[in-house]
C-alpha cells in the first residue's frame, strides 16, 4: 500500500510539474509575442502620419498653385481690355475733340452747380456732332428733366435754349438704358450738328431747370463733340 500510494502521488507530482511547465510555457509564448507587438506597432503609426502628411502637402501646394493662377488669369483679363482699348480707338480714327462727364456727389444736383465746358475749334467748315448723356437712378422722382442750355463764344451768347428731356415713357418706363438701378440714355444736341462762325474758345453751360432743391437722383452728365467724317466722292 505505502508503494501504491508513493507511485500514485510521483504520477501526481509529475502531473502537476507537466502542467506548470505547459503553463509557463504559454506564458513565454505570450510574453514573446508581446514584446515583438510594439516595434511594429510605432512603425505603422509612422506610416500612417507619413500618409497623412503627405496628403495635407498635397493639398496646400494645390491651394497655393489655384491661388497664384487666379490673379494671373485677372490681370491677363485686364490687359486684355486696356489693349482692347488704344486698338479701337486706333480703328475709329479720330478721336472726340471734347469728352467730359461730371459727377454728382451722392446723385445730387444744385440749381447753382452749372456745368460748364470748353471746347477749342479751329475749323469752322467742319460739323461738329454734339451728344450729351445723363445718367440717373431709380430714385429720380420724375419723369422727365428740364434743362437749360447755352453756347457762349468770346464775344457773346452764340445759342440759348431749354430742353424738355423725358426720362421715361407714359407707361411709366425708363427711356434710358442700362442694367439694374442706373439707367443712361443719350441725345444729340441738334439733329442736324453745329457748326461754329469762327475759330476760338466756346463754352457750352447746362442747368437743370426742376423746381426741387437739390435735385436728387442725377448721377453723372457727359458732353461729347467730335466732327462728322465727311462724305467720300465715289
Request: hydrophobic share 35%; glycine share 8%; proline share 6%.
Given at each position: 500500500r505505502v508503494r501504491a500510494a508513493t507511485r500514485t502521488a510521483s504520477v501526481a507530482a509529475k502531473t502537476v510539474i507537466a502542467l506548470v511547465a505547459q503553463s509557463q510555457k504559454k506564458r513565454l509564448h505570450l510574453l514573446a509575442r508581446a514584446q515583438k507587438l510594439p516595434p511594429e506597432i510605432p512603425r505603422i503609426q509612422r506610416a500612417a502620419r507619413s500618409l497623412a502628411a503627405t496628403a495635407v502637402a498635397e493639398a496646400e501646394t494645390a491651394r497655393v498653385e489655384t491661388t497664384r493662377k487666379i490673379p494671373a488669369r485677372v490681370k491677363a483679363e485686364h490687359l486684355l481690355a486696356?489693349?482692347?482699348?488704344?486698338?479701337?480707338m486706333v480703328a475709329c480714327g479720330?478721336?472726340?475733340?471734347?469728352?467730359?462727364?461730371?459727377?454728382?456727389?451722392?446723385?445730387?444736383?444744385?440749381?447753382?452747380?452749372?456745368?460748364?465746358?470748353?471746347?477749342?475749334?479751329?475749323?469752322?467748315?467742319?460739323?461738329?456732332?454734339v451728344t450729351f448723356q445723363?445718367?440717373?437712378?431709380?430714385?429720380?422722382?420724375?419723369?422727365?428733366?428740364?434743362?437749360?442750355?447755352?453756347?457762349?463764344?468770346?464775344?457773346?451768347?452764340?445759342?440759348q435754349d431749354t430742353v424738355?428731356?423725358?426720362?421715361?415713357?407714359?407707361?411709366?418706363?425708363?427711356?434710358?438704358?442700362?442694367?439694374?438701378?442706373?439707367?443712361?440714355?443719350?441725345?444729340?444736341?441738334?439733329?442736324?450738328?453745329?457748326?461754329?462762325?469762327?475759330?476760338?474758345?466756346?463754352?457750352?453751360?447746362?442747368?437743370?431747370?426742376?423746381?426741387?432743391?437739390?435735385?436728387?437722383?442725377i448721377r453723372d452728365f457727359a458732353l461729347m463733340i467730335e466732327k462728322e467724317e465727311e462724305p467720300t466722292a465715289e
Open positions: 486696356f489693349l482692347a482699348l488704344p486698338l479701337i479720330e478721336g472726340p475733340l471734347v469728352q467730359d462727364v461730371t459727377s454728382f456727389s451722392k446723385d445730387t444736383w444744385y440749381q447753382d452747380s452749372v456745368i460748364s465746358v470748353d471746347v477749342e475749334v479751329s475749323d469752322t467748315q467742319a460739323v461738329y456732332r445723363i445718367r440717373h437712378s431709380n430714385s429720380y422722382p420724375y419723369s422727365n428733366l428740364y434743362l437749360f442750355r447755352e453756347i457762349r463764344s468770346d464775344r457773346q451768347t452764340e445759342y424738355d428731356i423725358r426720362l421715361a415713357n407714359d407707361r411709366g418706363a425708363w427711356n434710358g438704358s442700362g442694367v439694374g438701378a442706373l439707367k443712361t440714355l443719350e441725345l444729340p444736341y441738334k439733329q442736324a450738328g453745329l457748326r461754329f462762325p469762327k475759330p476760338g474758345i466756346y463754352r457750352f453751360r447746362f442747368q437743370h431747370g426742376m423746381r426741387d432743391e437739390p435735385l436728387v437722383g
